[in-house]
């Protein structure tokens, strides 16, 4: 059953949009033979790589050809409860799990599981990319690309202060403290209210032990010594990160990184690509390391995106059509074109696709074969919260949506609160938001 509270907020969302607030329109569903596809990938490359897969399937003559339309995080959870609201939505909605929750509780979505079967079936999925979106024995979106993290180190700068990459927390915080000089920060961390901060947060959390704040009810269960103690951690980091992080999201500590600016920094794969022409070194001076581990108690482990694909069209033509658009992604004559689209940043979801040679043979991944290698290990321990475990919390989207692990860490940095405080906080916050 779909949240009240997400659905009550998210049609107030939608209706304040309606009248005015949103300043674009939601969708252009186009006409009765054209199927709309909203993403949120909104870089250049990959605005043009999916622009160009579009192309290359409307050119084998579909009866249904895709449209692209690109959104953006920071909106999307507005513009398509608005979409809801006016009966507008696009056909298919790229989507991540938590995400997906939140466009089910405002009324969208259609079970894809006939397509995820067959292509399991064909190809092997893996069960960390299709697991997030089965509920109620139904698949909600087609999985369609992987993304896990990794601390990325400068191996100049680590070789220069006589340091090997950390493996716990406590080398984490020695590291960088020892990497921090004047003009060089020891790590690159987001503090902004956005996405990139949880997303951080949340793979400290999983190697502290703290993956699953939920009870077997569905309640937060946040304020624990495990949470406590990856938020002091990240309190701790934060003194030896750039001054202005309550500001970061991704490219921030990207570019710091980069520039040499930064030492460390804890991201996904999209740190493979532009590194040696923006860094000028290298690219054996990039170096890749799973995610420190707590000195008590740790695990293994990063937070894992099972990015995919979810169909919202309630025509069954369309519905079919929007099938057959997603499968032809997968196939393998496709497939590793559609992940170059960011090559490293997005990993494979099916069991022989890491050794597709259209994926391997692009000069990104294999230049940076050996850290592609370890991120394919490393989503091997992938968690998301919300879906630990075979979890289904059909509230989390109303949890990430209001980036609550993102604000906690501000409520540390900017309005100096302890790890204790700031635990407390957010799991308040949290319980509120799904009560």
Same mark, same amino acid.
């Given at each position: ?10 049609l ?36 043009? +790589? ?19 339309q ?17 009966g ?34 064909e ?7 299709? +697991? ?16 896990? %993290?990794?601390l ?19 080398? /984490? ?31 400290l959390?999983? =190697? ?15 304020? =624990? ?55 000028? %070194?290298?690219?054996?001076? /990039?170096?890749? +390391?799973?995610?420190?581990?707590a000195?008590?108690?740790?695990e ?43 090559p ?21 991944v ?70």
């Open positions: 059953m779909r949240s009240k509270a997400i659905m009550a907020a998210a107030t969302v939608a209706a304040a949009l309606a009248l005015g607030a949103c300043s674009s329109p939601a969708a252009d569903s186009g006409d009765d033979k054209e199927i709309v596809l909203w993403h949120m990938e909104g870089t250049p490359n990959r605005v043009a +790589a999916f622009e160009a897969m579009a192309d290359k399937y409307n050119e084998t003559d579909p009866e249904y050809t895709v449209t692209v690109v959104q953006d995080w920071d909106q999307v959870y507005s513009k398509i409860a608005a979409a809801a609201q006016s507008k939505q696009p056909d298919i909605l790229f989507a991540i799990p938590d995400f997906a929750t939140y466009v089910r509780g405002i009324g969208l979505g259609q079970p894809v599981t006939d397509v995820v079967d067959a292509l399991d079936e190809y092997g999925l893996i069960d960390a990319a299709k +697991a997030p979106y089965l509920d109620e024995d139904d698949y909600w979106a087609v999985p369609l690309y992987g993304m896990v %993290q990794m990325w180190y400068r191996a100049d700068m680590l070789a220069a202060a006589g340091i090997e990459p950390p493996q716990t927390w406590s080398e /984490l915080r020695a590291a960088a403290e020892a990497l921090t000089t004047d003009g060089t920060s020891g790590i690159a961390l987001p503090a902004g209210k956005n996405l990139a901060t949880d997303q951080v947060l949340y793979s959390m999983i =190697t502290g032990g703290a993956a699953d704040f939920f009870t077997e009810d569905g309640e937060v269960n946040l304020d =624990t010594p495990e949470t406590v103690a990856a938020f002091d951690l990240y309190k701790e980091l934060l003194k030896f990160s750039p001054t202005d992080s309550a500001s970061y999201a991704w490219g921030e500590p990207q570019a710091a990184f980069n520039s040499g600016a930064a030492a460390m920094s804890i991201e996904k794969g999209q740190y493979l690509a532009p590194f040696a022409e923006e860094s000028g %070194q290298d690219p054996s001076q /990039l170096g890749c +390391a799973p995610i420190p581990v000195d008590q108690g740790g293994p482990g990063s937070i894992y995106y099972s990015n995919g694909a979810m169909v919202l069209s309630d025509d069954e033509a369309k519905e079919a059509a929007a099938g057959e658009f997603l499968s032809w992604l997968i196939e393998p004559e496709n497939y590793g074109d559609f992940l170059n689209a960011e490293g940043l997005f990993l494979p979801v099916t069991t022989d696709g890491a050794n597709l040679e259209q994926w391997r043979s692009n000069e990104t294999s230049t940076y074969a050996t850290c592609v290698d370890a991120m394919l290990e490393q989503s091997a321990s992938g968690e998301l919260f919300g879906f630990v475990d075979g979890q289904y919390i059909d509230s989390i989207g109303e949890i990430s949506g209001q980036n609550f692990l993102a604000q906690a860490i501000q409520q540390m940095y900017v309005n100096g609160m302890s790890a204790e405080e700031a635990a407390a906080w957010a799991q308040e916050q949290m319980q509120m938001a799904i009560s």
